[in-house]
């Protein structure tokens, strides 16, 4: 168990740059859909949300392999978890 604890931050620390990523991903959809200029949101965002988690994946790791696995466990939990609670467009609950 006292293996595991130095992981906890790492693993904490990649859910949170999996919400920044996929949630940044919702907003520029949304945005992209609505601008006259989609290319310039979608690459921009993509651009910049991708240094920021390559470079946040790279400040967690501190050359441990171990640190980037549970930092990648994270993210992917990150990325389960919005897809869950984020509503899709067009799949709204009918009522009873």
Same mark, same amino acid.
């Given at each position: 168990? =006292?293996d595991?604890?130095? #992981?906890?931050?790492?693993?904490?620390a990649?859910? +949170?740059? !999996?919400? &920044?990523?996929?949630?940044g $991903?919702y907003y =520029?959809t949304?945005?992209? #859909?609505?601008?006259?200029?989609?290319?310039?949101? +979608?690459? !921009?965002? &993509?651009?910049?949300?991708? $240094?920021?988690?390559?470079g946040g994946?790279?400040?967690?790791?501190?050359g441990?392999?171990?640190?980037?696995?549970?930092a990648?466990?994270g993210?992917i939990?990150?990325r389960?978890?919005?897809?869950i609670?984020?509503?899709?467009?067009?799949?709204?609950?009918?009522?009873a």
């Amino acid at each position: 168990m =006292t293996d595991l604890m130095p #992981l906890i931050p790492a693993l904490i620390a990649g859910a +949170l740059l !999996g919400a &920044f990523f996929f949630l940044g $991903l919702y907003y =520029t959809t949304r945005k992209a #859909l609505a601008s006259p200029r989609p290319l310039l949101w +979608l690459a !921009g965002s &993509f651009a910049a949300r991708t $240094l920021i988690v390559v470079g946040g994946f790279w400040a967690i790791s501190g050359g441990d392999f171990k640190k980037i696995a549970a930092a990648l466990a994270g993210f992917i939990i990150a990325r389960l978890a919005v897809k869950i609670l984020v509503p899709r467009p067009g799949k709204e609950k009918a009522c009873a």
